[in-house]
């Protein structure tokens, strides 16, 4: 009888403790599940913010030169361009008037859900430069960046799905400006004209960048090393 009765304990000890394992292991294991869930968002959110904060180096401007004849200043610039490869794009060398350089960019700026998402097409606002001149001269008067009708050296080496995508976007610029559906089929948020100045100094470096979701900024610092050889070739104030 007590022998029965000890089993029957013994074994109602091993029911309850088995069941108070399996639900704690439920228990941790749905805790360690939200736990890890926590973390995968955490890191989510990270990665759309960083996405969101990046910036990308689109061109350099080399101040090469600068010169001042009977009270007119004259600056000689070197632009470089960076291709969508990463690769910098041979340079282009522009003479104009006056101390203070202009460059004007046509730009377009895709719906925030893009950049957050990393899309490969619309992950990043993207600019192409269209003229460049001194603030001696007319903006009429400004020399292009690129060559009007030819395809930009931008494209060149380019993943042929984006080099498609922004040239079709870049040939109904201002219907992107004008068409609210159009736009938002392309998803396009803003697509503008932007211009950006600067006192230009000699033998400095400025770097015009893009935000992610945002527009164009210039910074300005010393011309490093590797630059030296370019400048060479610079053309020479007449």
């Known amino acids: 009888?007590?022998?029965?009765?000890?089993?029957?304990?013994?074994?109602?000890?091993?029911?309850?403790?088995?069941?108070?394992?399996?639900?704690?292991?439920?228990?941790?294991?749905?805790?360690?599940?939200?736990?890890?869930?926590?973390?995968?968002?955490?890191?989510?959110?990270?990665?759309i913010v960083q996405r969101l904060s990046?910036?990308?180096?689109?061109?350099?401007?080399?101040?090469?030169?600068?010169?001042?004849?009977?009270?007119?200043?004259?600056?000689?610039?070197?632009?470089?361009?960076?291709?969508?490869?990463?690769?910098?794009?041979p340079p282009k060398g522009f003479v104009v008037e006056g101390k203070e350089v202009h460059i004007?960019?046509?730009?377009?700026k895709f719906d925030q859900h893009f950049v957050e998402e990393g899309d490969p097409l619309r992950?990043?606002?993207?600019?192409?430069?269209?003229?460049?001149?001194?603030?001696?001269?007319?903006?009429?008067?400004?020399?292009?960046v690129d060559k009007p009708g030819e395809v930009p050296d931008i494209y060149r080496d380019a993943d042929p799905r984006i080099s498609q995508f922004e040239q079709d976007l870049w040939k109904d610029f201002w219907r992107?400006?004008?068409?609210?559906?159009?736009?938002?089929?392309?998803?396009?948020?803003?697509?503008n004209g932007e211009g950006k100045w600067f006192p230009a100094q000699p033998d400095r470096l400025y770097t015009i960048s893009i935000e992610s979701n945002g527009g164009?900024?210039?910074?300005?610092?010393p011309v490093p090393p590797i630059y030296q050889q370019a400048m060479k070739t610079q053309p020479t104030v007449q």
Do not use: C
């Open 104 to 108: 004007d960019a046509m730009v377009i």
């Open 123 to 144: 992950g990043h606002s993207v600019a192409l430069f269209t003229r460049i001149f001194g603030d001696r001269e007319a903006p009429a008067n400004a020399q292009m």
């Open 1 to 47: 009888m007590f022998r029965v009765v000890g089993q029957i304990i013994v074994l109602v000890f091993l029911i309850s403790a088995g069941t108070a394992g399996l639900l704690w292991y439920r228990s941790h294991t749905a805790i360690q599940r939200q736990l890890e869930e926590v973390t995968a968002k955490n890191e989510e959110l990270k990665q």
């Open 216 to 221: 164009l900024n210039v910074t300005s610092g």
């Open 54 to 89: 990046v910036e990308k180096r689109v061109a350099e401007l080399l101040v090469t030169g600068q010169e001042t004849i009977d009270g007119k200043t004259r600056t000689t610039l070197l632009l470089v361009e960076v291709g969508r490869n990463g690769v910098n794009l």
């Open 176 to 191: 992107l400006f004008d068409d609210e559906r159009y736009a938002k089929s392309k998803g396009v948020r803003i697509a």
